[in-house]
């Protein structure tokens, strides 16, 4: 892999509109870029030869709604080559509006559930997935858990149930409180 | 049985239930509805060094047809809530429930949007077995309890069961 | 009179399967068309043990959230709370000592032979071998009483700290290591021996559930599942953490990538780890196990906290709650090779007491989608066969 400054120069020339810069902290390089040609840069890290990430390792997302950055949404990406066991991040920052980018599914398969499951907590929509719904939540769940703006204890979903009684001779036997 | 309702023949039918009770309680035929580390510490609890098998609970039924003890061991998320539900409900009479761990008596360490906070919310409880996770020590403390309880019961309570759900 | 075969219009049958049947560890759900007894299709279903740990991690500072991390993959729970010290030590730039690393190591490969017994335990139990359990468990229980004579706790443990453990082995625990790693072979060689040459065990596991090499990268495959595959990575010998470098052992490759290879790959990693078990008893060096006490990460002794106004100072600027470690604005990944495959923290800080996201890089999920590719022209016992051999923990699939 190219070092630091090198690799800076050849994502400038290749992505001008969108590439925003490279950080290094504690040893782990992090580029930063536009949603937009996110999947460009993705594919370019996996089939270039100076590259070589063979091996996708993570999707995720950070909602950078209190701690500020260039936008609400940043997907991130953690990449391996396995060749020469070097490790690069990808942050696609994306928007609040229309949280959208392209699926990374064409370029590995492990991006289906993985990024199902940034729909599902954040709202992002990956445009080209070929099954885009609820994974961890039930499919009528209204809102997007990891978001800042969702409160910890939840909006009463988890009280919204059936409660059982049961009669044991004379007595009804009930539930003990509903919270 | 239509035995006590004739009246003045309560010493037949505490025979009856006492006779009734020994064998109920002998032969517990637990159902678990292991989901997380509690469920760990219950196949522990079924190994060889802390036999669940004394107790006459050994043929676990994993049909809550055929079984009439339901051991919610773990947490329980909202997803998890209506299987729980039914599976209590397909369950016939008599049958008794343990919360076994934290997390399906009170929720335990997980004050999220998405546990249900004690299992005890919307299913009657028999018995309780905190920890986190119980040691199987402590899960067979709770069977004995539970056997404790079906000491008391009486034939008589179940004449017919009536199972309502409130909306 | 000659009868003639028609064509009768047959439809597939759709199968549900789970979440609460014995063989799916928990809180599976498979929906499946079959069409006779082989499967057509696969659609897992997950989510049922989705509590919410990211989101809580949010809310718990780092020494607390090692308590909420032992509850993802509690079959192994040390070699979590190893991955989430980790990756806030170097989002601290701390350096634990020697004796504190090779603990750790020690602690994560007794874990890994738990899992993995466990597994073959249960993926045994699934098939119907259910003596294989309970040998396994036997063992499971004496590692369990290695495991409460460190630290008092036989499955949610919570041992390390940010900047060391929580406390030192005490002196019994070396004999009773020794005497643990002279009893496990025999086990391993009678689990070989029921299971190995068995042809009941070959005719439910060769040739099931097959991956190829290249379809294991596709799909992020780590761990046992893809070094069955063929995939010869294994993070303690590329990219070694907690003074991994020092030990020798070897990595298991297998060629097929189906449920035999899988089965064979764990039981040799067992062999593997008692050998690291006994070069880090031999090799333990000796001093502490926390950073330095006077920095402001660990707790002072307990001496210097009662009997001392600057021990009492210190020990309230780490557990008040407007005060605690805070490191700087930053993130950090450490991958770990678990006993599932790659466990990463993934932790972003902005500079307060707690993190801002936590979010664990979970091998089981990353695993098990990877089960419909798997199922081609499988039939339904096979299901069972393959769900059993990729060790699927339902708390780290869904947290």
Known sequence: ??????????????????????????????????????????????????????????????????????????????????????????????????????????????????????????????????????????????????????????RGERSNFPVVKRRIGSKWQEAKSVQ | MGVERSGGVEWLTTTVDAFANWARKNSLWPMPFGTACCGIEFMAALASRHDLARFGAEAIRFSPRQSDLLVVAGRIPIKMMPVLTRIYQQMPEPKWVIAMGACASSGGVF?????????????PVDVYIPGCPPRPEAFLDGVIKVQKLIKRDSLGHYKPPVEETAA | MTLEAKELSTDNLVLNFGPSHPATHGTLRVIMEIDGEVVTKVTPEIGFLHCGFEKLGEHLDYNQYITVTDRMNYLSPMCNNVAFVLAAEKLLDLEVPKRAQYI????????????????????????????????????????????????????????????????????????AALELLDRAPDTFKEIDGLLTHNRIWLDRARYIGPISHDEAISYGLTGPVARA???????????????????????????????????????????????????????????????????????????????????????????????????????????????????????????????????????????????????????????????????????????
């Open chain 2, 111 to 123: 004050d999220t949007y998405s546990v249900i906070q004690g299992i005890d919310n919307f299913l």
């Open chain 3, 229 to 399: 595959a063929g995939v010869d990575y294994d993070l303690r010998t590329k990219e070694p953490y907690s003074s991994y470098e020092d030990f020798d052992f070897d990595v298991i490759i297998g060629s097929n990538g189906d449920v035999y290879d899988r089965y064979l790959v764990r039981l040799n990693e067992m062999r593997e780890s008692l050998k690291i078990c006994r070069q880090v008893l031999e090799k333990m060096p000796v001093g502490p196990v926390n950073v330095d006490a006077d920095s402001k990460y660990v707790l002072p002794p307990r001496e210097e906290m009662f009997n001392s106004i600057e021990g009492l100072i210190h020990h309230f600027m780490i557990t008040m709650e407007n005060q605690g470690l805070t490191p700087p604005v930053g993130e950090a990944y450490v991958p770990t090779e678990s006993p599932n495959g790659e466990l990463g923290y993934f932790i972003v800080s902005d500079g307060g007491r707690e993190p801002y996201r936590v979010r664990t890089r979970p091998p089981s999920l990353i695993n098990y989608s990877a089960f419909p590719a798997m199922m081609e022209n499988m039939t339904v016992s096979d299901t069972v066969a393959i769900l059993g051999s990729l060790n699927v923990i339902a708390g780290e699939l869904d947290r």
């Open chain 3, 104 to 175: 750790r190591v020690l602690m994560c490969e007794l874990s890994r032979i738990a899992d993995h017994l466990l597994q073959i335990g249960m993926q045994a139990v699934d098939v119907g071998a259910f003596t294989v359990f309970l040998y396994g468990f036997r063992l499971r229980e004496w590692i369990y009483d290695l495991f409460e004579l460190a630290y008092g706790a036989r499955l949610t443990t919570s041992y390390t700290r940010v900047g060391g453990l929580m406390r030192d082995l005490p002196d019994a625990f070396v004999p």
């Open chain 1, 1 to 154: 892999m190219l070092p630091k400054d090198q690799l800076a120069v050849v994502l400038k020339e290749k992505f001008p509109d969108s590439f925003i810069e490279i950080t290094d902290f504690r040893d782990m390089l992090t580029v930063h870029i536009r949603s937009e040609q996110a999947l460009d840069l993705l594919r370019t890290l996996k089939t270039d030869p100076r590259f070589a990430f063979n091996f996708l390792a993570d999707i995720t997302a950070v909602d950078h709604l209190e701690m500020g950055g260039p936008a609400r949404f940043a997907v991130v990406y953690h990449l391996l080559n396995q060749y020469e066991v070097q490790r690069i991040v990808v942050r696609a920052w994306v928007d609040e509006e229309q949280p959208s980018l392209p699926s990374a599914y064409p370029l590995w398969k492990t991006a289906d559930w993985q990024e199902r499951e940034v729909y599902d907590l954040f709202g992002i929509e990956f445009s080209g997935h070929p099954d885009l719904r609820r994974i961890m939540t039930p499919d009528d769940f209204q809102h997007h858990p990891l978001r800042k703006d969702y409160p910890l204890q939840g």
